[in-house]
């Protein structure tokens, strides 16, 4: 196990960091900060309370920030970073385990669900612009709707309906994208582990040869 300055992660490959692909790794110090842990309101404080109780050093980091949830009062929804010393990780992990009882304690720490309030900046912009879109389609839709109805049995009927499903389709289809952001960014995840797994493993075994 080896020990990322760049990210604080611990990663089971020998020169390079599996998360940031940082290739200065080191063996872990007894004081270095690992990342231990990411959790959503209210668990972090449950989480907080028996790390202090039992006199376990750690440092919370919210990715929102206090300023951020002051103004948006989106406490609810903020996640925080957990980071205990590397001497302290074991006893930490036991007290996780036994606060959540954790079951599956080979999937530890429990991956945390991708939402639209947690992707990226990029596509969080992306989906707000897809999901106006979609509205802003759908509303066009309507109308053309409401139209045809209006001109039933004039020559602008059918031009209304065909309006109501060229303005239609293509706000589902911007729905749907929006909406299949989280998924596509888990998998994306999933494969980028999985290429650099196989990448760095070949790597040892080029360097063992």
Known sequence: MKYC?????????ENKCMRCGEKNVREPQENDSVYFSTLQYPYAGMLEDVLTQHDVPHH???????????????????????????GKFDEAKELYEE??????????PPPQPITHKTLPKR???W??????????FAGLGICSMIL???NDGTDLELPFYAGFILFMVPGVICAAIAM???????Y????????LEEKYSDEEETTDD
């Open 5 to 13: 300055e760049n990210c604080k992660r611990l990663t089971s490959f």
């Open 180 to 186: 299949s952001f989280p998924k596509m960014i888990e």
């Open 123 to 125: 596509l969080k912009i």
């Open 99 to 108: 606060l959540f009882a954790v079951e599956e304690k080979d999937d530890y």
């Open 60 to 86: 919370k980091q919210g990715k929102l920030g206090a300023g951020m949830v002051a103004r948006t009062g989106t406490l609810g929804t903020e996640q925080f970073d957990f980071f205990v010393p590397f």
């Open 127 to 136: 989906s707000k612009i897809l999901y106006t879109a979609a509205v802003l």
């Open 188 to 195: 994306y995840q999933r494969e980028r582990e999985k290429y």
């Open 148 to 150: 045809a109805i209006i």
